[in-house]
């Protein structure tokens, strides 16, 4: 019985640890929604920007700690001009993820995962505890950072580069 229990806790750990270098199949199927209120899957989001490499930003405009790392967003930006900045939005409310885009000011290519921080596979695949969450996908479409918390981490401007 202590083996499998052993055996069971490696295996718990070892998947806390996972860099996932693609998205699974349910993730990608998973929906948004646009500025326009088109609703769009993950994969048709990322198929737009292919061939690019993009920082994928998993925010709300109701998180401080989201509002805090926007200046270090935008300095991204303006260092890495050349890279999309797409920023998904975990408001529940289309109002307020609208209102917050203005009110932060915040260039980017926009969407809304309605169902929130906790439902959804998008956010499952992530395993989404916390935001802001900042993602990295290379130019062929595969997942370079997975897990960063900081827009200050210094992953992410290595994964940049």
């Not at 690019?52 to 998993?58: M, P, S």
């Not at 980017?108 to 900042?134: A, Q």
């Amino acid at each position: 019985m202590k083996k499998i229990v052993l055996i069971f806790i490696i295996l718990v750990t070892s998947c806390t640890f996972e860099k996932p270098t693609e998205f699974s199949e349910l993730a990608l199927k998973d929906k948004a929604y646009s500025l326009s209120d088109e609703q769009i899957s993950i994969q048709e989001i990322l198929d737009k920007y292919k061939g690019k490499k993009i920082l994928i930003d998993v925010w709300a405009s109701w998180c401080g700690d989201c509002a805090k790392s926007l200046p270090n967003v935008k300095n991204l930006q303006k260092d890495y001009p050349e890279v999309v900045f797409l920023f998904l939005s975990v408001d529940k409310s289309k109002r307020a993820w609208k209102n917050g885009i203005t009110r932060f000011n915040l260039k980017g290519e926009h969407y809304n995962l309605r169902k929130g921080m906790k439902d959804g596979e998008f956010v499952d695949f992530l395993n989404l505890g916390w935001i802001p969450r900042y993602l990295i996908v290379d130019k062929q479409g595969k997942i370079q950072l997975h897990k960063a918390t900081r827009a200050s981490d210094p992953a992410i401007v290595e994964a940049l580069k």
